[in-house]
């Protein structure tokens, strides 16, 4: 069974600190992993994926996670936030022609 | 305007009734998806669609049915709702297997009272 657990539901910052958002997926085969983003009132959208190669991968808006294939993870980083990534973030990994995602972690950007 | 349309943006609607969920895409994809968000709960699958011809269950289709009226529109139908179905409505579509992102509409907000 292939599935994802997001550590933390909610995740506090202070603007311009760093911030890691975790994920964890269980697999027994190769996989593929995302990460999704959801603005208020907005549908998701991608920020970035891993398929294969370069375990660190960088996506939209200063993004970047890291596949990590021993300790099953692929958590999500950023250097310095903004209040504009006041957001959502779902974790999901690929199952057969599905995605499966997790519950979310939710970003609050503290001024 | 944008690549994937959802009708109606909110609806109440009260325990019992048939409502259907609609929608549409600009993208040419013939992949499409049913989900339903919940608070805490992340999004689950409730329908997909490979092309006009196929449909498949996903994990929460009970209660549910659809209909692809054509590439480019799936709807979603709440044969007689109930308030558990009270949930954030997300149609998406992918222009293949997994690999290929997913673009979300903006969502149904629906209420049963």
Known sequence: ?111 | DADVTQTPRNRITKTGKRIMLECSQTKGHDRMYWYRQDPGLGLRLIYYSFDVKDINKGEISDGYSVSRQAQAKFSLSLESAIPNQTALYFCATSGGGPVYEQYFGPGTRLTVT
Request: glycine share 6%; net charge neutral; with cysteine.
């Open chain 1, 1 to 111: 069974a292939q599935s994802v657990t997001q550590l933390d539901s909610q995740v506090p910052v202070f603007e311009e600190a760093p911030v890691e958002l975790r994920c964890n997926y269980s697999s027994s085969v190769s996989v593929y992993l995302f990460w999704y983003v959801q603005y208020p009132n907005q549908g998701l959208q991608l920020l970035l994926k891993y398929l294969s190669g370069s375990t660190l991968v960088k996506g939209i808006n200063g993004f970047e996670a890291e596949f990590n294939k021993s300790q099953t993870s692929f958590h999500l980083r950023k250097p310095s936030v903004h209040i504009s990534d006041t957001a959502e973030y779902f974790c999901a990994v690929s199952k057969g022609d599905k995605i499966i995602f997790g519950k979310g972690t939710r970003l609050h950007i503290l001024p």
